[in-house]
């Protein structure tokens, strides 16, 4: 068509990013041309009387890299193939760095995955310093650099605000009184939860453990009562409650009493879809920032994990940030009847367009917020999420046939199975409503 194109080579490096993206670079990776791959694709240009044309070299080593001399290695590698290039009198200009800037979501500005042991401004200099330093050596002249972070750039901009419908698991708040006439492991455990302090807990911890093995073992023989069971486990609960408390005032960090903290936090119900809203958390683990963005001036005193409305096990957020640790359990206020409200920060980048309608739950409301010159801050637009004819649209159900045969049925009933017009009328309404609502519990 007459038009000369301008030409950019994507080089695969030996040199490898660092973390859960690690594999898209490296002599494996799916994108990129070899050494050899790249002197026939110049030979080809020149054969086109095109090498002028060739103007860019770019590299792209993987996403989130978690560490700085990663990032130094590629941009020398990648450096001296820009330089070998341009002695070649090919009038390369422009040096593509790709993306993969990191994020600190756990901050703790290290190298574990959620992180990374850099500023950008440590990453600026190394670039720039790297490849003036090959350049300099090659004596060539400096290209000008270019950059294509995305997640960088996108992953503070987006905020999911979940509204917490209830909670469950958790102590019933039940008394057990002693009758006199009660099983022996039933007396065990109710003297355990009278007798336990600061002392003595991790002991009678561990005492309540095996005693309610026994409590299974003796229902499962037949030799307890539904009663009897109930109440050994409120006991036993009950002594888990207050050791874990003990545990916390003395600042015991042993691995039983962290796995106690998993086994009494409650599962919060969060009015959303892991699957559609941080698809990341599922898919790959990627863990993000959550915090209670309600009463945040009073200590949360339960720990818990965030459960979705989805009807799958894996719609659960159940691991969170903690500098470089990963908690099981996250610090929550104990619900009262207010509303409580938590945030998962940092999810800009990528969880939009890789969310799913798993079990039919659709795009979420949005709120689109922008700050003015003097700091306010402004709901700009509002955008509805997806009703549920959207949905059943989107899994190519037709909504207008469904209707028709809706209609149909309920016509049928009228005629046959005397079903009042006014009820009719009222299935009717309600059906066409129910279609036009949200998919998500309404607020
Ligand atoms: C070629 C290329 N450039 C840039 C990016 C953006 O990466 P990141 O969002 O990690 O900065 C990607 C992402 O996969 C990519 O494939």
Request: aromatic content about 10%.
């Amino acid at each position: 068509m007459g038009v000369k194109p301008l030409i950019g080579i994507r080089v695969k490096l030996y040199s490898k990013g660092s973390g859960k993206w690690v594999e898209s670079g490296g002599e494996s990776a799916k994108f990129g041309l070899t050494t050899t791959e790249i002197l026939e694709c110049i030979k080809i240009i020149a054969e086109y009387n095109m090498l002028d044309q060739l103007q860019l070299l770019h590299f792209h080593i993987g996403s989130q890299i978690t560490e700085i001399r990663r990032i130094q290695k590629a941009v020398k590698e990648a450096a001296r193939v820009y330089a070998k290039i341009k002695v070649k009198h090919i009038n390369i200009k422009y040096f593509n760095i790709g993306g993969g800037l990191g994020l600190d979501y756990d901050g703790s500005k290290t190298s574990s995955d959620a992180s990374a042991n850099y500023s950008i401004q440590e990453y600026a200099n190394n670039v720039v310093y790297s490849l003036k330093e090959v350049c300099d050596e090659e004596n060539v002249s400096h290209p000008i650099i270019l950059s294509e972070s995305g997640r960088a750039i996108s992953a503070y901009h987006s905020v999911l605000v979940i509204n917490i419908k209830g909670s469950k698991n958790g102590n019933l708040n039940r008394q057990v009184e002693l009758r006199g006439n009660e099983p022996h492991i039933i007396k065990e455990l109710y003297d355990g939860s009278k007798e336990i302090n600061i002392k003595n807990y991790e002991e009678y911890y561990h005492d309540a453990l095996l005693h309610r093995e026994e409590l299974l073992s003796l229902f499962n023989l037949g030799e307890l009562e539904l009663e009897d069971k109930s109440e050994g486990e409120i006991l036993f609960w009950q002594i888990c409650e207050k050791a874990a408390a003990f545990a916390k005032e003395t600042q015991n960090k042993s691995d039983d009493f962290e796995d106690l903290n998993k086994l009494l936090s409650k599962k919060y119900i969060g009015n959303f879809s892991v699957f559609q809203s941080v698809p990341d958390f599922w898919a790959i683990k990627q863990l993000f920032p959550v915090v209670p963005i309600s009463r945040a001036n009073e200590k949360p005193t339960q720990y818990g994990t965030i459960v979705d409305i989805t009807c799958d096990s894996d719609g659960e957020i159940d691991k969170f940030v903690d500098l470089k640790d990963v908690k099981e359990v996250l610090e929550l206020h104990e619900l009262n009847n207010g509303s409580y409200y938590l945030a998962v920060l940092m999810i800009g980048a990528y969880q939009d367009t890789i969310g799913d309608y798993h079990n039919l739950f659709g795009a979420a409301n949005e709120a689109h917020i922008i700050i003015d010159d003097s700091g306010e801050w402004h709901i700009k637009q509002i955008v509805n999420g997806d009703r549920i004819c959207d949905v059943l649209g989107y899994v190519k159900y037709n909504n207008s046939y469904l209707l028709e045969a809706f209609e149909s049925e309920v016509n049928q009933a009228l005629r046959e199975n005397g079903l009042s017009k006014a009820d009719a009328d009222d299935i009717l309404n309600n059906y066409k409503n129910v279609m036009n609502r949200y998919t998500y519990l309404d607020l």
